[in-house]
């Protein structure tokens, strides 16, 4: 039963990552590919936040994976991350390639920790 | 009772706004963007569902010494898969028709939903907060380096081993008859952009 839970909420994580970075990229022009890193910092976030609420018990397990596992698992994504870095390397774009990479990890870090820390507060 | 002909009329229509996002009585507006259409949603989100439902079982393996490898696998693993099908599709033809549907079920669904950032900066954060800095800055870096690397040699594979045969230059393009052309470049595409 979890297994079905975390494929649908799979599939609608996705959906939400097509479409929002469908409106991101066509209202945004930008160095890097705005529509994945807000997606990536913002799931990060909102993982780290359940993280945060399983840690102080609020959140069940069960649940965590659902949303966790299932939404934030499906809106992310590292293997587009990884594409859109590899096409600005071969564009010779040394400084939005490591943008996208290095900064895109480091911001992600930071969401989750901060998700983290949020959740935690509820305790 | 509306009649079999109106009735297929009310199909027909009902079907052109399921897969253009729109009515097809205004021909001269342009066409919604694909993200706002349902047929292209749909897809996406079947794909998701499947790429999730993969990583899930996945990620059910176990983690030695706590290290998350089963995470890092299947992002390194879909980082070269995507590699492989973007520049794949990219080298065989236009971003329409059956190529666009398989983009968007397996890269942006499957692959997408497979893959996971939100996890893997979680574990980074996690293993960090238990104090295992030295585990946590390497495992970062190394999915970044790996991650990289494993999309780039994808995309060298579609652009190297595949039996795609790469596209002529521009000049050569309009001398070359369509009955000269391999019969994957000649299949009819939809003029709209495919998905109908």
């Known amino acids: 039963m979890i297994a079905l839970w975390v494929a649908l909420l799979g599939g609608a994580g996705a959906v939400a990552r097509f479409v929002l970075d469908g409106l991101v990229r066509s209202r945004l022009a930008t160095l890097v590919p705005m529509g994945t890193l807000v997606i990536n910092v913002s799931g990060s976030l909102l993982l780290g936040f359940m993280t945060g609420l399983v840690m102080v018990g609020i959140e069940s397990h069960d649940l965590r994976v659902m949303l966790g596992t299932g939404f934030c698992g499906g809106y992310t994504t590292f293997s587009t991350a990884m594409i859109d870095t590899v096409r600005l390397l071969q564009q010779r774009r040394i400084v939005a390639a490591l943008l996208n990479g290095v900064g895109m990890l480091v911001l992600a870090l930071a969401a989750a920790v901060l998700g983290i820390f949020l959740g935690t507060l509820f305790g | ?64 010494g706590g290290l998350p490898l089963p995470t890092f696998f299947v992002n390194i693993v879909g980082a070269f898969l995507l590699g492989v099908l973007l520049e794949g599709l990219l080298r065989g033809g236009p971003d329409a028709g059956w190529r666009q549907t398989t983009r968007l079920l397996l890269g942006t669904g499957f692959m997408g939903g497979f893959t996971t950032y939100s996890t893997f900066s979680v ?37 190297n081993l595949a039996p795609v045969p790469k596209p002529r230059p521009v000049e050569d393009a309009t001398a070359v008859s369509p009955a000269a052309r391999p019969p994957v470049d000649a299949a009819p595409e939809q003029p709209d952009g495919g998905l109908g």
């Open chain 2, 123 to 159: 574990e980074v954060a996690t293993l960090s907060g238990d104090g295992r800095y030295l585990e946590g800055f390497g495992y970062a870096i190394l999915s970044l380096l790996l991650g990289v690397g494993a999309a780039a040699l994808g995309v060298w594979v579609s652009a």
């Open chain 2, 1 to 64: 009772m509306p009649s079999r002909m109106q009735l297929r009329q009310h199909v027909r229509a009902a079907w052109h706004v399921f897969t253009h996002g729109r009515s097809g009585a205004e021909p001269a507006a342009p066409l919604p963007p694909l993200h706002l259409r349902p047929l292209p949603v749909l897809i996406v989100f079947a794909g998701g569902a499947v790429g999730t439902l993969a990583r899930y079982e996945l990620t059910a393996l176990p983690t030695p």
